[in-house]
């Protein structure tokens, strides 16, 4: 039980196109998912929390209009970067938080979607 | 505010031999421990979590970790590593009620040899 499933885990796109990347809880509800950056050999860096029906909340110095987040139902948050650019070439991560097992503090992550930008 | 600390960037090892991956916290309030691991070009798979209780908490595969509050740590120890265990390990913090918002490590690419 709690998988979280990205797609797609790779994708290459053409400079100032948009790549959409879906982030679902395939066997419980998340309330809350978070979209991390990931830099060669680098920690993961938070970008945004995203929750079901509202707003996404973006960490200091994440583009809100760059890096677009939907969290339209329990199971299923979106990553938009718009406008991609070489620079926005990186392995980005979601992860979930079930809520039917309270304030644990466990999150569930996805496989990781690469984005190459040429 | 938190942060982890992980103070080896590489932590080289041969087979069967033991393995230490430090770590270290800071936070004003109690907090929640994790340590993650990855495989090359996946995401994360929790190894163990420090919720409450027991200060030594244990994997399926092998590895423990220990809670150490005087000296805010949660190092990673195990006793006889194999090659499959080559990986990156992140520890990371979080706050109860804090919404379930991780602070991470830079992690420890740990490289077992033959």
């Known amino acids: 039980g709690a998988v979280v499933s990205q797609h797609p885990s790779w994708v290459i796109c053409k400079s100032g196109t948009s790549v959409k990347i879906e982030c679902r809880s395939l066997d419980f509800q998340a309330t809350t998912m978070f979209w991390y950056r990931q830099f060669p050999k680098q920690s993961l860096m938070l970008m945004a929390t995203s929750n079901e029906g509202s707003k996404a909340t973006y960490e200091q110095g994440v583009e809100k209009d760059k890096f677009l987040i939907n969290h339209a139902s329990l199971t299923l948050s979106t990553l938009t970067v718009t406008s991609a650019h070489p620079e926005d070439s990186s392995f980005y991560i979601c992860s979930a938080r079930d809520r039917g097992r309270g304030s644990t503090g466990e999150l569930f992550f996805g496989e990781g979607s690469r984005l190459t930008v040429l | 505010a938190q942060s982890v600390t992980q103070l080896d960037s590489q932590v080289p090892v041969f087979e069967e031999a033991p393995v230490e991956l430090r770590c270290n916290y800071s936070s004003s309030v109690s907090v929640y421990l994790f340590w993650y691991v990855q495989y090359p070009n996946q995401g994360l798979q929790l190894l163990l979590k420090y919720l409450s209780g027991s200060t030594l908490v244990e994997s399926i595969n092998g590895f423990e970790a220990e809670f150490n509050k005087s000296q805010t740590s949660f190092h990673l120890r195990k006793p006889s590593v194999h090659i499959s265990d080559t990986a990156e390990y992140f520890c990371?913090?979080?706050?109860?009620?804090?919404?379930?918002?991780?602070?991470f490590g830079t992690g420890t690419q740990l490289k077992v040899e033959l």
């Open positions: 990371a913090v979080s706050e109860p009620g804090g919404g379930n918002k991780l602070t």
